[in-house]
């Protein structure tokens, strides 16, 4: 088994190159840690610590030997409320010790975050998505809900949207970053304002969102879906939860 310390405030685990990485409250301290075992549960070591006050990380992921994260930014005014509030997703290189946490991505000023999630990477390619309202629609009592799937290209060090495959209008739906099938991007088009068991449809695309064409029809928007790289499934589960 591996040793994760006596507080159990975690945020899951992920394994690469040979070891074991999970964020873990550093003993005796207020300090967020990240931490690293070998695969067989042996060497424990921390690699990074965030100054204290930091918060938990609860949206991140360990690809090719870097920590892609998402944390709330905010400064309080003069007045003692909060003046700025944003969040941004950084990296950190786990092979040099002496790196500090970089900015990729900055949530735009008129969007009220609730956070950033849904981290998945396949090759030079990372996905998220940040998910909040406008704030100008808060303000006339309309609420208008922002969830925009993005990738960062690790080689290029861009970030784009997903772009909403031809013929499909933000009225229609959003992209919802699922899984990745023989070297492409799988994904639904998700729309807020069906039930999750109406139907939808799966594209396939380039990794960037490019050359998107249908992959699947009348697939039930609320299935969650993944691949072995050789097959794809759908369950229930989301489903069921909604139910």
């Not at 945020?11 to 550093?26: H, K, M, Q, R, S």
């Not at 396949?122 to 969830?147: A, C, I, K």
């Not at 999750?196 to 039930?220: H, K, P, Q, R």
């Amino acid at each position: 088994s591996i040793y994760r310390g006596d507080d159990p405030d975690t945020t899951g685990i992920f394994y690469c190159n040979g070891y074991v990485y999970y964020v873990v409250a550093d003993d005796g301290s207020k300090r967020m840690g990240l931490y690293r075992v070998a695969d067989d549960g042996s060497g424990r070591e921390c690699v990074y610590s965030w100054p204290e006050g930091t918060g938990v990380f609860a949206n991140w992921i360990v690809h090719r030997d870097v920590m892609y994260y998402s944390a709330r930014i905010y400064e309080m005014g003069d007045d003692g409320e909060i003046a700025t509030d944003r969040f941004e997703v950084f990296s950190l290189d786990l092979t040099d010790r002496f790196a500090e946490p970089e900015s990729i991505y900055t949530t735009e000023e008129d969007i009220l975050v609730w956070e950033v999630a849904e981290f998945c990477a396949y090759g030079n390619h990372v996905y998220f998505r940040p998910q909040g309202t406008y704030r100008q629609s808060e303000e006339d009592g309309d609420e208008r809900l922002f969830q925009t799937s993005y990738e960062y290209d690790t080689e290029k060090k861009t970030v784009s949207a997903i772009p909403l495959p031809d013929g499909i209008t933000e009225e229609q739906g959003r992209v919802d970053v699922c899984t990745f099938w023989e070297g492409r991007l799988l994904f639904k088009i998700y729309s807020e304002d069906k039930e999750l068991t109406d139907t939808t449809d799966v594209y396939i695309a380039d990794l960037d969102g490019s050359n998107a064409s249908v992959f699947m029809e009348d697939v039930v928007q609320g299935k969650c879906m993944q691949t072995d790289g050789k097959y794809v499934y759908l369950s229930n589960g989301m489903v069921f939860w909604d139910l």
